[in-house]
């Protein structure tokens, strides 16, 4: 061992003074350092690597050196590891690589420049022209269709963008709203723009809490109920989802007027809609209808809630959940004057000059032959002339809720919607009611007054408070607005109705009910139906909106039978079954031309061209000799007369009236119908009706829709049947038929 460390030692000492550094420490070798300047940086973390290592993070524009150093000789190779962000820059190595000489390396150059993008994103739901948008006050970009759009010019990383409408769309008029317009470019194009010029939405999306039980704007069946026990079919509602999700209309623009018993002005579900002091309080003389007299429920602030209840975070949703609203307290204050200022007859005080519908969930019940008061019948007819500078108001009436009645069970209704002197007029869209099996409610009067139908609802009740189990009165009713807090209203605390209406958790402040049902549900219904196709087309007149509405309504319960009674001579057919007559036009006395389709109709709207009607006339009244023809008991013969309508001027039926006088000391059980010239049937007046025991018809006017574009020239037929046999005989002693048209 210590031979072998003194030969070790002998090794190491002779190399230490034989074979010298011999480059082993290369102290004599100088080595550099590499490195040069950063221009233009804005942003944060520009990494800068030598030789794929040594990463240098750079801040600041400036001088920058690697700390690693290298010897003379040595290759260098400077490049960029991470680009800077916020700003989004590129930066690029000018002189970045070489070999290393006698001095340290300082002429890489690293130039950064801050990138640019560009700005766009899609627009949806675009119908008109001139839509023009801007971004930060400029670049003007012209927009044509829906789709994709990318402003011309790019902006830099970290500038701020606002990209704004310019110009809004007209023809039709329309407000386009912007979703992320705003902001702080970042790294990539911004792509996320919204230009919704309809804003569209689905019932789902919606964050009103009870429109998912709204059936009459999507039915989806069981287990959907309007919190009552039953449940509906899926689809029986009035399609209008389609509106809201592909064309976005709302009612924008459109003024409604609900004339009934007040509309509580400061509801958290009405009153962004209500236009401040447009309404009146015919009572108190001020701008404030609100009901407060009435504790058990305000039928007003009910209705408008159906037309336009707000889309928000509360409650649930209108069909027209933009239309604006005013209400006129007439039927707390029934005066012939405040009925004409309610529907349109003045201009202050209140001003109901400016309405576009009117919504009269409202009417008469009279026993015996009524005639419309002439006064009534001006201002309708003033208002459908010059009101919407001379395209017309709409007026839409209920048919009533009588069908049941005192009448004996019959299958017939007991009240008309004829008996209503207002429903007899063409002014008037009478509209009856639907429950949300798609059947005609329970209630709802019948008659050949009747345009179209609408969801109206059963009674909503839940049998655990109110019994009823199995009936019509746990079949879902309407779920809308209700007079404020759980001490008055239909909603109320012990209302004892339904467990919503007693304050449940989803009603747990009583501001909302799900028992209001009637055609005085169905009319506003309807109302906000023709608020979407005024929205569409602000160019329709009165007879427009009509006429889109009796082509396209949905005929709902085709296979209704007729109600058959055994007379005198065979078989009597009392209520017929639907009709197709010969314009082509389905009718049926339960529900006009049928269920009202808000997609079809507002769809028709859209491309219709207003004003094709032509011009509106009638041919008069054509009446008869005074006539002297029985009535016989009991007998399908009946008594009949003829008249002749000539081909001009009417050559395309919107209405017919009828002029009917007979003595008979039970009018109740006369039967009054009218055929075409082309053999068509309607029945005006059923058998076994509400008039009962009254006495004779004194010049009644009764209407029929079911003619509805035929031609009206030529031989028309009255046919009066008696269907008591055991009771006193009648005679028919006059008629006339009128013929409203173009």
């Avoid at 309809?198 to 789902?204: D, K, L, P």
């Avoid at 004057?337 to 009117?358: E, K, M, R």
């Avoid at 009067?445 to 059963?458: K, L, M, R, Y």
């Avoid at 395309?652 to 039967?671: D, K, W």
């Amino acid at each position: 061992m210590k031979t072998r460390s003194g030969a070790a030692l002998l090794i190491a000492t002779a190399c230490l003074s034989g074979c010298g550094l011999g480059g082993v420490e290369n102290v004599g070798v100088p080595t550099f350092t590499v490195g040069g300047t950063v221009s233009g940086l804005a942003g944060s973390g520009l990494v800068l690597q030598l030789n794929g290592g040594g990463n240098l993070i750079v801040a600041a524009d400036g001088a920058f050196t690697f700390a690693a150093r290298l010897a003379t000789g040595a290759a260098y190779s400077a490049s960029v590891l991470a680009q800077p962000t916020g700003p989004s820059q590129t930066c690029t190595v000018t002189n970045g690589s070489g070999t290393v000489g006698s001095a340290n390396v300082a002429g890489i150059s690293v130039s950064c420049t801050t990138n640019s993008f560009t700005i766009g994103g899609t627009v949806s739901g675009l119908f008109g022209a001139g839509l023009v948008l801007q971004n930060n006050g400029g670049n003007d970009l012209a927009i044509t269709n829906n789709g994709v759009f990318t402003f011309s010019t790019a902006i830099l990383s970290g500038s701020t963008y606002a990209v704004t409408v310019f110009t809004q769309p007209t023809a039709p008029a329309q407000n386009c709203l912007m979703t992320n317009g705003s902001g702080t470019l970042g790294a990539t194009n911004v792509t996320n723009v919204g230009v919704n010029c309809n804003e569209t939405f689905t019932i789902a999306s919606l964050a009103d809490p009870l429109a998912a039980q709204q059936w009459h704007l999507k039915n989806t069946g069981p287990p959907q109920n309007g919190f009552a026990d039953g449940t509906g079919v899926l689809g029986m509602d009035i399609n209008v989802e389609p509106v809201y999700s592909t064309l976005g209309f709302t009612g924008s623009g459109v003024i409604t007027a609900v004339v009934d018993t007040g509309l509580e002005i400061a509801h958290e579900d009405l009153a962004a809609n209500v236009i401040p002091g447009g309404s009146w309080n015919f009572n108190n003389i001020t701008t404030d209808p609100t009901n407060t007299p009435e504790t058990m429920g305000d039928h007003g602030t009910s209705v408008s809630g159906l037309i336009a209840m707000v889309r928000n975070t509360v409650g649930g949703i209108g069909v027209a959940s933009k239309a604006r609203l005013k209400g006129f307290n007439f039927l707390s204050a029934q005066t012939l004057q405040n009925f004409v200022d309610s529907l349109g007859g003045s201009t202050a005080s209140p001003n109901s000059s400016d309405v576009f519908i009117f919504n009269e969930s409202f009417g008469a019940s009279p026993t015996d032959d009524t005639p419309i008061d002439p006064t009534v019948e001006a201002q309708y007819l003033s208002g459908v002339t010059n009101l919407r500078g001379g395209k017309g108001a709409l007026y839409v009436k209920a048919a009533g809720n009588g069908f049941n009645g005192i009448c004996p069970a019959t299958g017939l209704s007991c009240e008309n919607a004829n008996f209503d002197p207002d429903n007899t007029i063409p002014y008037q869209i009478v509209v009856g009611a639907v429950s949300a099996d798609g059947i005609k409610s329970s209630y709802s009067t019948a008659g050949s007054a009747i345009w179209v139908s609408a969801p109206g609802g059963e009674f909503g009740q839940n049998a655990a408070v109110a019994g009823g189990a199995g009936t019509v009165g746990v079949e879902p009713a309407m779920v809308t607005t209700d007079q404020s807090g759980c001490t008055v209203g239909y909603s109320r605390t012990g209302a004892n109705t339904s467990l919503f209406n007693n304050g449940s958790a989803q009603n747990v402040n009583c501001r909302y009910t799900n028992t209001m049902n009637g055609t005085s549900s169905a009319t506003p219904v309807t109302v906000g139906v023709i608020a979407l196709l005024l929205e569409a087309n602000p160019a329709l007149t009165w007879r427009d909106v009509k006429h889109i509405l009796a082509s396209t309504a949905r005929q709902i319960d085709a296979g209704r039978a007729a109600v058959n009674f055994a007379l005198t001579g065979g078989s009597y057919v009392a209520e017929p079954a639907w009709l197709t007559n010969a314009a082509g036009f389905k009718f049926h006395n339960w529900y006009g031309f049928g269920m009202v389709d808000a997609s079809a109709a507002v769809n028709m709207a859209r491309t219709y061209t207003a004003g094709q009607l032509g011009t509106f006339v009638n041919a008069g009244f054509i009446s008869s000799p005074t006539l002297n023809l029985a009535i016989p008991d009991g007998s399908v013969t009946g008594a009949t007369s003829t008249l002749t309508v000539p081909a001009n001027p009417v050559q395309f039926i919107e209405a017919v009236q009828i002029r009917v006088s007979a003595t008979h000391p039970f009018i109740g059980v006369l039967g009054v119908e009218l055929i075409s010239p082309s053999g068509k049937r309607s029945v005006l007046k059923n058998i076994f009706d509400g008039f009962a025991g009254s006495a004779d018809l004194n010049g009644m006017v009764l209407l029929s829709n079911a003619f509805y574009g035929e031609n009206p020239a030529g031989v028309w037929t009255i046919k009066v049947v008696d269907a008591d046999a055991t009771v006193d005989s009648g005679t028919l002693t006059g008629w006339g038929i009128r013929v409203f048209g173009h």
